[in-house]
């Protein structure tokens, strides 16, 4: 099964704005009810894997909930080259849980090529979109929650975007 870790986002007014916005363009938006914080993700991994690592990531409960202000929005690569365009998850809380994550048994031995970005993805951009587009960058101050669960996602690929179901989930 294809997997990850993340954290459920809640449909924020500003963030569910900004999708409007940009499925007036060409380009695939994230259902509100798909919005997350990846903070792993781990590929294709067998059931007993996906086992061990939610029994692992119980000892994260009772970690604290805690705020994520969502703040602007941007682009990967780069707003000039789009690939991504994605909100800011901005928490110290965020990254300390992230750490703590990666540190779990079962997750040591996965290499992250890139610094955790905490983001919210909000489309995928295939081809070079209308200069239009870059309007959505003018909103800030989305919003904030409150981040009270770690969930351990599956993720199936269809034709219409991705499926995700909730395969474990730890109360932060």
Same mark, same amino acid.
């Given at each position: 099964?294809?997997?990850?870790?993340?954290?459920?986002?809640?449909?924020?007014? !500003?963030?569910?704005? @900004?999708?409007?916005?940009?499925?007036?363009?060409?380009? !695939?938006?994230?259902?509100?009810?798909?919005?997350?914080?990846?903070?792993?993700?781990?590929?294709?991994?067998?059931?007993?894997?996906?086992?061990?690592?939610?029994? @692992?990531?119980?000892?994260?409960?009772?970690?604290?909930?805690?705020?994520?202000?969502?703040?602007?929005?941007? @682009?990967?690569?780069?707003?000039?080259?789009?690939?991504?365009?994605?909100?800011?998850?901005?928490?110290?809380?965020?990254?300390?849980?992230?750490?703590?994550?990666?540190?779990?048994?079962?997750?040591?031995?996965?290499?992250?090529?890139?610094?955790?970005?905490?983001?919210?993805?909000?489309?995928?951009?295939?081809?070079?979109?209308?200069?239009?587009?870059?309007?959505?960058?003018?909103?800030?101050?989305?919003?904030?929650?409150? @981040?009270?669960?770690?969930?351990?996602?599956?993720?199936?690929?269809?034709?219409?975007?991705?499926?995700?179901?909730?395969?474990?989930?730890?109360?932060?």
């Amino acid at each position: 099964m294809r997997a990850f870790i993340g954290i459920a986002v809640p449909p924020l007014p !500003k963030i569910v704005k @900004a999708l409007n916005f940009l499925k007036r363009f060409d380009v !695939k938006c994230v259902e509100k009810e798909n919005l997350h914080i990846n903070i792993v993700f781990l590929g294709d991994i067998r059931e007993e894997k996906a086992n061990e690592i939610a029994d @692992a990531l119980d000892c994260l409960e009772g970690f604290g909930s805690f705020k994520v202000r969502v703040s602007y929005i941007s @682009a990967f690569p780069s707003k000039e080259r789009i690939n991504v365009i994605w909100a800011s998850a901005v928490s110290d809380k965020l990254m300390e849980l992230e750490k703590k994550v990666m540190s779990l048994e079962p997750l040591k031995s996965i290499k992250k090529d890139k610094a955790f970005i905490p983001h919210i993805t909000l489309a995928r951009v295939k081809k070079r979109p209308p200069m239009e587009i870059r309007e959505v960058f003018n909103l800030n101050d989305l919003g904030e929650f409150t @981040a009270e669960g770690l969930v351990l996602y599956e993720s199936k690929l269809t034709t219409r975007g991705p499926i995700y179901s909730k395969l474990h989930v730890v109360k932060l």
